[in-house]
């Protein structure tokens, strides 16, 4: 009895939030199909999912021009070993999350070996630098989106496109009862409770955290009665986190992990800009978005980002739902100021909350990473009928 063969698949992420939607999308289509065999660009989550690393997200996850400097020579270095992967491996199926600028290169190269690619959550391109939409049609076989909106710009451009609904709607679960969380914490329950989200990175860490730990005794001058918590990102060890905190009056409760849960027990969120926006509306707890980079960098962005917003949570719901602190608004004064208006204006916090949960309806319905494996085992299907 003659037995098949496995089907290499090369999967790239170059961020932490790629590396979770990535594992969550290899899962459903090993359970669809267990003769895959998954290669390629990822972080511990894809590891432990089945693939089977190439290279490690951290030697490729930036933030800002200024950083892609710095690790220009490892990037190229993924780069040459990937183009080696296409030589030696032949994969039957490239698929690409996000990460547009090394991607798109990339997808260039398996254009040339007659490799398909599916392009799994899209490059931002509807945001900023348009033109490279033409790229996509060139080289990407199909695209799947987790936003409502990408859909119809995608297909405007003919492209063929599917929506997904957004992963995060699977993969966003407490652990911990309120009661627990307030325990384990060591918090107190029934006090108003700010979460510290400043990024997963230490480089965002590094520029949005001193301007959040600088406004906290201003805070609480005006409200005697609040805790503030920081729940510190998988990977990253909280005894830097305690070393750039110091010793200052207001006490920060400093915890590994359990973001999700800090969330769901927060009334208000001081959040980076990013996936973690979309987190938090997804919980529906109301926030501040922070978002500050390198002055050359934010020059450029404001001289190619074509949308009004920055935040993640406002891009989906077509308007400010989240006041945003950018650049230099980014400072213990602004914080200070935002966090009053809101956190003493009951109103504010129940409309925030209303507009969330807008937010999370747009973001279509569970299933997201079964329905994009489904169309990636479609093509799959189709790429062996043709053998």
Same mark, same amino acid.
């Given at each position: 009895?003659?037995?098949?063969?496995?089907?290499?698949?090369?999967?790239?992420?170059?961020?932490?939030?790629?590396?979770?939607?990535?594992?969550?999308?290899?899962?459903?289509?090993?359970?669809?199909?267990?003769?895959?065999?998954?290669?390629?660009?990822?972080?511990?989550?894809?590891?432990?999912?089945?693939?089977?690393?190439?290279?490690?997200?951290?030697?490729?996850?930036?933030?800002?021009?200024?950083?892609?400097?710095?690790?220009?020579?490892?990037?190229?270095?993924?780069?040459?070993?990937?183009?080696?992967?296409?030589?030696?491996?032949?994969?039957?199926?490239?698929?690409?999350?996000?990460?547009?600028?090394?991607?798109?290169?990339?997808?260039?190269?398996?254009?040339?070996?007659?490799?398909?690619?599916?392009?799994?959550?899209?490059?931002?391109?509807?945001?900023?630098?348009?033109?490279?939409?033409?790229?996509?049609?060139?080289?990407?076989?199909?695209?799947?989106?987790?936003?409502?909106?990408?859909?119809?710009?995608?297909?405007?451009?003919?492209?063929?496109?599917?929506?997904?609904?957004?992963?995060?709607?699977?993969?966003?679960?407490?652990? +911990?009862?309120? =009661?627990?969380?307030?325990?384990?914490? @060591?918090?107190?329950? #029934?006090?108003?409770? $700010?979460? *510290?989200?400043?990024?997963?990175?230490?480089?965002?860490?590094?520029?949005?955290?001193?301007?959040?730990?600088?406004?906290?005794?201003?805070?609480?001058?005006?409200?005697?009665?609040?805790?503030?918590?920081?729940?510190?990102?998988?990977?990253?060890?909280?005894?830097?986190?305690?070393?750039?905190?110091?010793?200052?009056?207001?006490?920060?409760?400093?915890?590994?992990?359990?973001?999700?849960?800090?969330?769901?027990?927060?009334?208000?969120? +001081?959040?980076? =800009?990013?996936?973690?926006?979309?987190? @938090?509306?997804?919980? #529906?707890?109301?926030? $501040?978005? *922070?978002?500050?980079?390198?002055?050359?960098?934010?020059?450029?962005?404001?001289?190619?980002?074509?949308?009004?917003?920055?935040?993640?949570?406002?891009?989906?719901?077509?308007?400010?739902?989240?006041?945003?602190?950018?650049?230099?608004?980014?400072?213990?004064?602004?914080?200070?100021?935002?966090?009053?208006?809101?956190?003493?204006?009951?109103?504010?916090?129940?409309?925030?909350?209303?507009?969330?949960?807008?937010?999370?309806?747009?973001?279509?319905?569970?299933?997201?990473?079964?329905?994009?494996?489904?169309?990636?085992?479609?093509?799959?299907?189709?790429?062996?009928?043709?053998?």
């Amino acid at each position: 009895m003659k037995t098949e063969k496995e089907i290499k698949i090369l999967i790239i992420a170059g961020e932490a939030s790629g590396d979770l939607h990535g594992s969550c999308l290899v899962k459903e289509l090993l359970a669809l199909n267990p003769r895959l065999r998954f290669y390629g660009v990822g972080g511990e989550k894809m590891r432990s999912a089945g693939v089977n690393l190439v290279a490690d997200i951290n030697d490729m996850a930036v933030v800002g021009i200024t950083e892609v400097f710095l690790k220009l020579r490892k990037i190229y270095g993924v780069y040459q070993r990937l183009k080696k992967f296409l030589a030696t491996d032949h994969p039957a199926l490239i698929i690409l999350i996000d990460y547009p600028d090394f991607n798109l290169l990339f997808a260039r190269a398996a254009k040339k070996k007659d490799i398909p690619v599916v392009y799994y959550i899209s490059p931002q391109v509807w945001a900023w630098r348009k033109r490279r939409i033409r790229r996509i049609a060139r080289l990407i076989k199909k695209m799947i989106v987790i936003f409502p909106f990408e859909k119809k710009f995608y297909q405007q451009a003919n492209i063929d496109v599917e929506f997904a609904g957004h992963p995060l709607l699977d993969s966003i679960r407490p652990h +911990l009862s309120r =009661s627990e969380a307030f325990h384990q914490f @060591a918090l107190t329950p #029934g006090m108003l409770t $700010i979460g *510290l989200l400043p990024g997963s990175r230490m480089s965002e860490i590094r520029r949005h955290l001193p301007p959040m730990v600088k406004a906290l005794p201003q805070i609480t001058k005006h409200l005697t009665s609040v805790q503030f918590i920081f729940p510190v990102a998988p990977g990253l060890d909280s005894r830097n986190i305690e070393q750039m905190v110091g010793s200052q009056e207001t006490t920060i409760r400093i915890v590994d992990d359990n973001i999700y849960d800090v969330m769901k027990i927060a009334d208000l969120l +001081l959040v980076a =800009s990013g996936t973690a926006t979309v987190e @938090a509306a997804i919980i #529906g707890t109301p926030m $501040i978005v *922070l978002y500050r980079v390198s002055s050359i960098t934010y020059l450029l962005g404001k001289l190619l980002i074509k949308v009004k917003n920055i935040g993640m949570v406002n891009i989906i719901a077509g308007k400010t739902v989240a006041p945003e602190l950018i650049q230099k608004d980014l400072n213990p004064e602004q914080i200070t100021s935002t966090v009053l208006k809101i956190v003493q204006n009951p109103s504010t916090l129940k409309e925030m909350k209303k507009e969330l949960i807008k937010v999370k309806e747009k973001l279509g319905d569970p299933g997201a990473s079964l329905r994009a494996a489904r169309v990636i085992n479609e093509i799959l299907q189709q790429y062996k009928n043709d053998e």
